[in-house]
């Protein structure tokens, strides 16, 4: 059974950072990436930055240049640098391993709060 893992969240004043870490636990036959949502009181669960297996990486706008998703295949983790971070980064993030058959295996999330 294929578990994920997320740590790292905490609270943190705007301008501050924080790094978030996931790890995949058990063997996984198939998969074409890991993802990073986050989902904020009242609102729908969004997609912040995405790394597929040969490292190419996406980002919500919104994080482009504060956020640095990174893997480490061989220890079957990701992490998610947050720089610069604003009220607006509030939320609990979810780690997600995304499997060739295009299901998902999700964390329980870590909240991160960003207070001025």
């Known amino acids: 059974q294929v578990r994920v893992v997320e740590s790292g969240g905490g609270s943190v004043e705007v301008g501050g950072s924080l790094r978030l870490s996931c790890v995949v636990l058990g063997y996984v036959?198939?998969?074409?990436g890991m993802k990073w949502y986050r989902q904020a009181p009242g609102k729908?669960?969004?997609?912040?930055?995405?790394?597929?297996?040969?490292?190419?990486?996406?980002?919500?706008?919104?994080?482009?240049g504060r956020f640095t998703i990174s893997q480490d295949n061989a220890k079957n983790t990701i992490s998610l640098q947050m720089n610069s971070l604003t009220a607006e980064d509030t939320a609990m993030y979810y780690c997600a391993l995304a499997r060739c058959s295009g299901t998902y295996d999700w964390g329980q999330g870590t909240q991160v709060t960003v207070s001025s």
Do not use: H, N, P
Not at 45 to 64: A, P, Q
């Open 44 to 64: 729908e669960r969004e997609e912040v930055s995405s790394i597929d297996t040969r490292g190419g990486t996406s980002y919500l706008d919104s994080v482009k």
């Open 29 to 32: 036959y198939c998969k074409s």
